[in-house]
């Protein structure tokens, strides 16, 4: 999992499984991996819009809902961001692959019960720079 913490320092989980006691050593490399920018348009006025990256290339049904769209896909978040006023984001720190990015706009006023959705895929290469423009649907 990658996220960028509060003070701004990059954080990255990883599960290791260990059976009977055993022990291990674990190194990881916390480069500042890739950067992903893009922009979200076609979201409502007043509308929030949230950003996701998941690994791995993601079919999301045009009438799913938050938690259809969601469900199944926890373990597989590399990222997310609120979107810019202006539908613009960001996301640092994925490493090179194949992934889906995510943008879910919705009504604050409803508590999230009104909203719109829209995924793209996107290939993050070495050189660790990717750009995805999304429409809302």
């Avoid at 990059?10 to 059976?19: C, G, H, K, T, Y």
């Avoid at 943008?103 to 009104?114: C, F, K, M, N, V």
Wanted: charge should be negative; glycine fraction near 10%; charged fraction near 15%.
């Amino acid at each position: 999992i990658n996220d960028q913490g509060a003070s701004g320092q990059q954080m990255r989980s990883f599960r290791v499984e260990l059976a009977n006691n055993q022990t291990t050593r674990l190194d990881a490399n916390l480069d500042d991996g890739a950067r992903i920018s893009g922009s979200v348009t076609g979201t409502p006025q007043g509308w929030m819009t949230q950003v996701a990256l998941v690994t791995g290339v993601v079919e999301i049904s045009p009438d799913a809902n938050l938690q259809e769209i969601f469900q199944g896909l926890a373990d597989r978040m590399a990222g997310g961001v609120q979107a810019a006023p202006d539908g613009s984001f960001q996301i640092e720190g994925a490493q090179a692959g194949e992934y889906t990015v995510i943008a879910i706009a919705y009504d604050p006023e409803s508590l999230g019960q009104t909203s719109k959705h829209t995924a793209a895929p996107v290939t993050v290469s070495e050189n660790g720079e990717a750009n995805v423009n999304l429409t809302m649907r």
